[in-house]
């Protein structure tokens, strides 16, 4: 079964500057999705970016990075250069293809705030 | 594309009353997925579709919750009778088939059962 963990408490960082967000997950599938997304005070989840299993390049959009580590099934979230509209949850979360099926499961997420 | 639409944004209702939570996902997408959210809980998949058949109710938390897809343009998710502890945040979200696909989320139902 799947199963994503995030296990940091709430997270403060500097405006201005860059922070990680730990992700680690577990599979026994070969080919799979990892996602970040965002979620505001307002509620709505935003998507961040998106990592692939088989992705030999870390993906970038932006000031967002993903550090991905295959054999230690991790795929920490970088934001770099923090501003003060960052400060949100975070929620990682994996897909993969289960037969013909394909369901996106979440982590706990974690609280980011970035201090002024 | 106007995205995930969902309806009601807030639903206030009494314990044991009837709640429908509509949803209308983005023209295409092949799955359609209803998510609950808590502080104690966290996001929890309830039950997903694809080509409209529910495909996993395994989070589906009793018999008092059901949901149903009656065309690719339409969902909805039941409760009845409703009860205090299933006051929550409901999310619809949809995609195209794969695990490369990101979700796309509408903008929540929030839900109190008093």
């Known amino acids: 079964a799947q199963k994503i963990t995030q296990t940091q408490p709430g997270m403060f960082v500097q405006e201005k500057e860059a922070v990680t967000l730990d992700c680690t997950y577990d599979t026994s599938d070969q080919s799979y999705g990892l996602f970040w997304y965002k979620q505001p005070s307002s509620g709505e989840m935003i998507f961040l970016i998106y990592q692939g299993s088989y992705d030999e390049q870390n993906a970038t959009e932006g000031r967002y990075s993903l550090n991905f580590q295959k054999a230690r099934k991790s795929a920490n979230l970088v934001i770099s250069a923090s501003q003060l509209g960052d400060s949100a949850m975070y929620f990682c979360a994996m897909r993969d293809l289960t037969g013909a099926n394909s369901k996106l499961t979440f982590g706990k997420g974690i609280t980011l705030s970035v201090r002024p | 594309d106007a995205g995930v639409i969902q309806s009601p944004r807030h639903e206030v209702t009494e314990m044991g009353q009837e709640v429908t939570l509509r949803c209308k996902p983005i023209s295409g997408h092949d799955y359609l997925f209803w998510y609950r959210q808590t502080m104690m809980r966290g996001l929890e998949l309830l039950i997903y579709?694809?080509?409209?058949?529910?495909?996993?109710d395994s989070g589906m938390p009793e018999d008092r919750f059901s949901a149903k897809m009656p065309n690719a343009s339409f969902s909805t998710l039941k409760i009845q009778p409703s009860e205090p502890r299933d006051s929550a945040v409901y999310f619809c979200?949809?995609?195209?088939?794969?695990?490369?696909?990101?979700?796309?989320f509408g903008s929540g139902t929030q839900l109190s059962v008093l």
């Open positions: 579709f694809n080509n409209n058949v529910p495909i996993d």
């Open positions: 979200a949809s995609s195209s088939r794969g695990f490369t696909e990101k979700l796309f």
